[in-house]
C-alpha cells in the first residue's frame, strides 16, 4: 500500500519570504500522480498544484512549484513571495494512475504560518 | 458555477442516533467520496463510488453507510454503531480515468455527538 509521509507538523514563514514543505512517498508504482492542497481555515480544500509521475518537469502555478524527484520519492513544494492568504493546513497527496486507482492517500499535513 | 455542496454545515447528534450528511455535485463527475478529518491527521477515506448503485468501503467504513442511486447524490449517514463520530466529514468527487487528475471537495461538514 501506498504511504505518503510529511515530516513538517508546523512550519512558519516571513510575508514576502519563501519556504519549502517537505513530502516522501512510498510507492512500487511507477505511473501516478501528485498533489499539493491547501485548507485555509474555512477548511474547504483547494488544490494548489499537481504533477504526474511521467512528467520530468516540475509543475509551477504562478508563486507555487514543486521539486519532484522521482527516484527519491520526494515531492517538495515551494511557496515564493509568501503572503497572508497562504496561512493553512498543506496536504500531500499521492493517487495511482491505473484507471481504477480511485483512492487517493493523503500525508497528515503540515500547518503553515505566515507572520506578517 | 459547478461544485460540490454539502449539507448542513454543522451538525449535533445525540448519542444513538443515526444521520445522514448530504452530498450534491453538477460536475458531472462518475466517482465520489466521503472522508473523514480528525485533529492531526490527514484525510481517511469512508466510502468511494464509481458508478451509480455500487460502492466500496474505504479504510474506516465501519458505523457509516452511503447510498449512491443518482450520479449527483453520495449521501452519508452516521450510524449509532460508529463509535466516535464528532469529526469534519468532507465529501469529494473526481473523473475516473488514467487522465484524470484532481479531487474535487465540498465545504465540509462537522458533526458533533453531545
Known amino acids: 500500500a501506498q504511504t505518503v509521509t510529511q515530516s513538517q507538523p508546523e512550519m512558519s514563514v516571513q510575508e514576502a519570504e519563501t519556504v519549502t514543505l517537505s513530502c516522501t512517498y512510498d510507492?512500487?508504482?511507477?505511473?501516478?500522480?501528485l498533489f499539493w492542497y491547501k485548507q485555509p481555515p474555512s477548511r474547504q480544500m483547494i488544490l494548489v498544484i499537481r504533477?504526474?509521475?511521467?512528467?520530468?518537469q516540475n509543475a509551477t502555478e504562478n508563486r507555487f512549484s514543486v521539486n519532484f524527484q522521482k527516484a527519491a520519492k520526494s515531492f517538495s513544494l515551494k511557496i515564493s513571495d509568501s503572503q497572508l492568504g497562504d496561512a493553512a493546513m498543506y496536504f500531500c497527496?499521492?493517487?495511482?494512475?491505473?484507471?481504477?486507482?480511485?483512492?487517493?492517500?493523503f500525508g497528515p499535513g503540515t500547518r503553515l504560518s505566515v507572520l506578517p | 458555477d459547478g461544485g460540490i455542496t454539502q449539507s448542513p454545515k454543522y451538525l449535533f447528534r445525540k448519542e444513538g442516533q443515526n444521520v445522514t450528511l448530504s452530498c450534491e455535485q453538477n460536475?458531472?463527475?462518475?466517482?465520489m467520496y466521503w472522508y473523514r478529518q480528525d485533529p492531526g491527521q490527514g484525510l481517511r477515506l469512508i466510502y468511494y463510488?464509481?458508478?451509480?448503485?455500487?460502492?466500496q468501503k474505504g479504510d474506516i467504513a465501519e458505523g457509516y453507510s452511503v447510498s449512491r442511486e443518482k450520479k449527483e447524490s453520495f449521501p452519508l449517514t452516521v450510524t449509532s454503531a460508529q463509535k466516535n463520530p464528532t469529526a469534519f466529514y468532507l465529501c469529494?468527487?473526481?473523473?475516473?480515468?488514467?487522465?484524470?487528475?484532481?479531487?474535487?471537495f465540498g465545504e465540509g461538514s462537522r458533526l458533533t455527538v453531545l
Open positions: 510507492t512500487s508504482e511507477s505511473d501516478y500522480y
Open positions: 469529494a468527487s473526481s473523473r475516473l480515468g488514467a487522465s484524470t487528475g484532481e479531487l474535487f
Open positions: 463510488s464509481q458508478i451509480v448503485n455500487d460502492f
Open positions: 497527496a499521492y493517487r495511482s494512475a491505473d484507471n481504477y486507482g480511485q483512492n487517493f492517500v
Open positions: 504533477q504526474e509521475a511521467y512528467k520530468q
Open positions: 460536475l458531472n463527475h462518475d466517482a
